[in-house]
């Protein structure tokens, strides 16, 4: 069995490799002569497969993107074909929340904020979403969900008792909040319509005082004419992970933004390798054989993965420790860097994304708190647990 997979998929051959023949392949580059003959593809965000894809391929029993994202994935015709197709829901959405709580606390730092004074507007409230509202309820930072999609269904599915029990806010109040940050999928058609959700009547309705935080799509906001409103005057401070047209970005808009990344705020080693064990399990499944790999075996340990904390847990060591473990600003670091060595190209886009440094999450550190402490914020926000 040949199994194509793409190149900056983590541990793809500790998952996959005695299933059958691997072959790496770039993302970005892969051509329909390539995959003629694979048996299985794997692939992620940047790897468009359709029709003209799959044009040459008659024996392709299973493909699988490592992503929570599936609008790069033509799914009406892989079950035209009945190919067998999964996805990888919730796989970065710790990472995508870390990498918010980390632009929260630069941003407060930045410009002497108190983060837990915050109101956050999160819109979309699926995996990311929720995994985002944990972490705000464990600083106790006030926040208000919108997700019209989900409250229609629970409207729904109230008659036979399946509710989400969640308390959904208008879009109008949620961008209303001092924070608003993005996390809804990329779609163009329906009722609730992601593309360009925030067009240029509502961003021009933001005000100086807000932060506007996407790490989704970049569909999902009009960069052109949030370009437009930052040249008109518009003070929204932006935090921009995901652009428009990846990776033949709207270049200007980035001297507008006070962090600035390449489509990297799930890129943590956990959050990419779990689409490949969620992928791993799903081939097993369709292959029915029997899944006795898992991400424990393989991930390694972190460069720092204890710490102890021996007074009153405060906003000061909040602040270090989530720092200690992912300080965004190394990530805006290099994206301007690359900026300002060249004009950012697609390669340069996408290269930035192939070096991606080691990132760990929250939980790959266990801190250790004094048995007095009256604070367990860090255990609820991610890190692992133990007492001195």
């Given at each position: ?149 989900l409250a229609d269904n629970d409207a729904e599915n109230s008659a036979d008792n ?28 329906g009722e609730h319509a992601t593309y360009h959700l925030l067009n240029e009547p ?49 270049t200007e808009l980035i001297d507008y933004t006070e962090l600035a990344s390449a ?126």
């Amino acid at each position: 069995m040949k199994i194509f997979y793409d190149e900056n998929m983590p541990f793809a051959k500790e998952f996959f490799g005695d299933l059958g023949k691997l072959q790496p392949f770039v993302g970005r580059e892969l051509t329909a002569e390539q995959v003629k003959d694979a048996d299985v593809l794997l692939v992620r965000s940047i790897t468009k497969v359709n029709r003209v894809l799959l044009e040459h391929n008659t024996k392709c029993q299973f493909i699988g993107t490592a992503t929570i994202g599936v609008d790069h994935i033509d799914q009406t015709y892989l079950a035209e074909c009945n190919i067998p197709f999964s996805s990888a829901p919730g796989c970065n959405a710790i990472s995508v929340a870390e990498y918010v709580i980390s632009a929260l606390v630069i941003m407060s730092e930045r410009y002497l904020i108190d983060m837990f004074s915050l109101t956050v507007g999160i819109v979309g409230a699926g995996n990311t979403g929720t995994r985002l509202t944990e972490k705000l309820d464990a600083l106790g930072i006030k926040y208000l969900l919108c997700d019209p999609y989900l409250a229609d269904n629970d409207a729904e599915n109230s008659a036979d008792n399946v509710t989400d029990n969640r308390q959904f806010s208008s879009l109008d109040d949620v961008l209303k909040c001092d924070v608003i940050s993005l996390h809804v999928p990329l779609t163009k058609s329906g009722e609730h319509a992601t593309y360009h959700l925030l067009n240029e009547p509502r961003l021009a309705k933001l005000t100086d005082n807000q932060i506007l935080i996407n790490a989704c799509r970049g569909e999902v906001v009009d960069n052109q004419a949030l370009l437009k409103l930052k040249q008109q005057g518009l003070e929204t401070k932006l935090i921009l992970d995901v652009w428009e047209n990846e990776p033949n970005i709207l270049t200007e808009l980035i001297d507008y933004t006070e962090l600035a990344s390449a489509h990297i705020a799930g890129y943590s080693l956990e959050g990419k390798a779990r689409g490949t064990e969620m992928l791993y399990q799903a081939l097993c499944k369709t292959l029915n054989i029997k899944a006795n790999k898992s991400l424990s075996q393989f991930l390694p340990d972190a460069q720092i993965d204890y710490v102890e904390i021996k007074q009153d847990f405060d906003e000061i060591l909040l602040n270090q420790l989530v720092k200690m473990v992912y300080d965004v600003r190394r990530d805006d670091g290099i994206f301007r860097q690359k900026l300002n060595r060249q004009q950012l190209t697609a390669q340069s886009f996408d290269q930035i994304r192939k070096t991606y440094p080691a990132r760990r999450e929250f939980s790959a550190i266990t801190v250790a708190l004094k048995n007095q402490a009256r604070s367990d914020v860090p255990h609820r926000l991610g890190f692992s647990k133990t007492s001195i």
